[in-house]
C-alpha cells in the first residue's frame, strides 16, 4: 500500500433540515411526547434519535427544546401537526415528541477493546448516510458473523438503533458494538492516526481480492443510492471495486458488505 497522504478536512456547514418520514420512524413504544418530557429527557442526557416538531416555526417551550437539540447535535425535523397527531395515537404531544434510542451507542474504545480481546487488527465497518433500517441489521449481522469489531454510523442522514435493525440482526446488535459520530471525515482521519487503512468499496477502484486487506482496516460502505460521498472517498486510503458483469452495475449494500468482509476473513485465516 502506498503512503497515505493526509487530507484537509472539509465539512460541510449546511444545516440538516428535512420532513420527517413516518414509515422509517421508530414504533410509538420508543417515542415520548409532550414538551415537559422532551425537555427532561434532553436534560437527562439520554440518547435520542431525532426531535419532531409540529410546524416550521415553533413557538413557546418548543423553541427551547430545538435550540438544546441542536446545540447537543441531535437532529430536529420538522413536520405537520398530523403526522405527530397519528405517531401519538392518542397521546398528548403539544407539537413535539422525541425519538429516543432503543439501544445504547458504544464508543472507538469499546471496539479497539473488543479487537485486542480477540488478538486481532482491529476491523470496522463505516456506513455513509445509510438509511434503510433492513440494510444496517443486516450488515450487522454479516459484521458479526465475520469476525468484525465494531460499526460507525453518522448521527445525521443515517438511520440508527431501531428495533427493525435488531429484528433484522437476529441478535447480532447484542454484540456487535455500534458507535455514532458526528462526522464521517473527521472520524477517518482519527482512525488514521491510530494506525488504519481506509478502504472505500466503490467503483473504480482495484478488485476486492486482488487487494492487500490485512492490518487494522475500516471499510466504508456507501448509501442504497448515493453511494460514498465525494468528501468521504477523497479521505479513504484506497478503493476496492467488485466486478459488475450483468445488467444491473451494482449491488445492495448489505450484499457488497458482506463479500468485502467474508474476503478479509479469507486473507485474515489465510495469515494464520
Not at 436534560?43 to 418548543?62: D, L
Not at 395515537?89 to 474504545?109: E, F, M, N, R, W
Request: charged residues 30%; contains cysteine.
Amino acid at each position: 500500500m502506498a503512503d497515505r497522504k493526509k487530507k484537509k478536512n472539509a465539512v460541510p456547514g449546511k444545516k440538516y433540515e428535512k420532513r420527517y418520514n413516518e414509515d422509517a420512524a421508530c414504533s410509538s413504544q420508543d417515542m415520548i411526547f409532550g414538551r415537559n418530557p422532551v425537555m427532561e429527557a434532553l436534560k437527562s442526557g439520554r440518547q435520542i434519535e431525532k426531535i419532531i416538531i409540529a410546524g416550521n416555526s415553533p413557538e413557546g417551550s418548543a423553541v427551547k427544546i430545538e435550540a438544546v437539540a441542536r446545540e447537543r447535535g441531535i437532529p430536529v425535523i420538522k413536520t405537520e401537526k398530523s403526522a405527530l397527531d397519528r405517531l401519538a395515537k392518542g397521546a398528548s404531544h403539544q407539537g413535539v415528541a422525541a425519538d429516543i434510542c432503543p439501544y445504547d451507542y458504544k464508543t472507538l474504545d469499546d471496539i479497539m477493546e473488543k479487537a485486542e480481546a480477540a488478538g486481532e487488527d482491529p476491523l470496522v465497518v463505516i456506513l455513509d448516510n445509510l438509511e434503510d433500517p433492513h440494510n444496517l441489521g443486516a450488515i450487522m449481522r454479516t459484521a458479526e458473523c465475520a469476525g468484525a469489531h465494531g460499526i460507525i454510523i453518522p448521527k445525521r442522514n443515517s438511520c440508527g438503533l431501531t428495533h427493525t435493525v435488531a429484528k433484522t440482526s437476529a441478535g447480532a446488535i447484542e454484540y456487535m458494538p455500534c458507535v455514532r459520530v458526528t462526522n464521517i471525515v473527521r472520524t477517518i482521519e482519527e482512525l488514521k492516526e491510530k494506525g488504519f487503512w481506509i478502504a472505500a468499496c466503490d467503483m473504480g477502484g482495484k478488485e476486492y481480492y486482488r487487494t492487500d486487506l490485512g492490518g487494522k482496516l475500516a471499510v466504508v460502505i456507501g448509501s442504497e443510492g448515493a453511494g460514498i460521498s465525494r468528501l468521504v472517498r477523497e479521505n479513504c486510503d484506497f478503493i476496492v471495486s467488485m466486478p459488475m458483469v450483468g445488467k444491473i452495475t451494482s449491488l445492495n449494500a448489505s450484499n457488497a458488505a458482506a463479500v468485502i468482509l467474508y474476503e478479509i476473513r479469507r486473507q485474515r485465516d489465510g495469515k494464520r
